[in-house]
């Protein structure tokens, strides 16, 4: 990579670390962000090498942990904070708060419900490739999400139809504080991806020079070929499961692996780089601005207003539809309502 590459890489991976290290200071005792927040540290690696191949047509479909691919589809952070905030500059108003964290404009999306953003990108990738759009989906889950059964009709369908899809899990081992040896036998992802004829490809490397090389190649393929691409990317989040409070000292449930992550921290190791070739002012400056936008972000979502009550039924409650819809089809027989009801046995 060139030097230039380098510092903007390192932009992107210092502002996910800076930003869920100032939320999670501010979260307590503060207690003003009005939601669960699932912060990303240790993950942000694979979001910020993305965000270099990202185009603003594609669509992110992102699981509930959506910080880092937030920031990696350029929506501002600014928006994100005050969303957590439950305000209404929020990318969202104020209503979806993080597990729901979404910016339509950007094609951003995230969902709380396990893996239901994956089956969504059939959706998007679909039209991607009805319309003919030179366009692809990104869609990520974890590694428990993939132990739902939507996750295998969704590679079934996405295989299929030949949709450009690029799924990416994030497997750190655990589901919540569950490790995956002890939620399943069949830990192989491989071998699932696979049988489904989907090309599968692993990440098992902390330095995002490596990362970023092969993502490139990875979309640029999906790009070309308009198939998709499964990639399993070896990671460790470094936080809490949710909320800014450390869960490990609670239930002691991964000191081992933590202990094996402890020298593959990706933002430092850019970091170090930079520092030898010379790059400290810069690397300073890249920081500072950091720091700063992440205060003022934090500072405007405090001074901003909460959505007034019937705004917010405008917004849950819309009687315009899509051009596309003509007309709604009307029933042809009336509910029978007398109909006999059916009375389940005991078993």
Known sequence: MKIQQELKLYEMLHLIRHS???????????DKMRCPIHFCLGQEALAACLSFFLKKEDFVLSHHRSHGYYLSK??????????????EFGS?????????????????????????????????????????????????????????????????LASLKSLPILFICENNNYSVHTNIGVRTLTSNFKKKVESFNINYQKISDH?????????????????????????EF???????HVGPESDDKEFNYRKKDLAKWKGKDSVEWMRKKLLKSNQAKKVTMIEKNNKNLLNESIKK???GDFLNYEKSLKLNFIESYSKLIKKFSEPKKDFIYKQKV??????
């Open 20 to 30: 869920q290290e100032a939320l999670i200071e501010n979260y307590h005792p503060e």
């Open 74 to 87: 350029k929506c501002p952070v600014d928006k994100m904070v005050s969303e957590f905030y439950g305000k």
């Open 234 to 240: 070896d990671t460790m989040r470094t936080c809490s």
């Open 207 to 231: 330095n995002p020079e490596n990362i970023y090389s092969k993502i490139e190649k990875i979309v640029k393929q999906i790009r070309k070929n308009k198939k998709p691409i499964f990639v």
């Open 301 to 303: 979502a405090k001074g």
């Open 92 to 156: 969202n108003a104020g209503l979806a708060g993080s597990q729901e964290l979404s910016l339509s404009e950007n094609n951003f999306f995230s969902g709380t419900i396990l893996s239901g953003m994956f089956s969504i990108a059939l959706g998007t990738a679909f039209a991607q490739k009805n319309y003919q759009k030179k366009n692809i989906t990104v869609t990520i889950i974890g590694d428990g999400g993939m132990e739902e059964g939507i996750c295998y009709e969704t590679l079934n």
């Open 342 to 347: 059916t009375k389940m046995n005991p078993y």
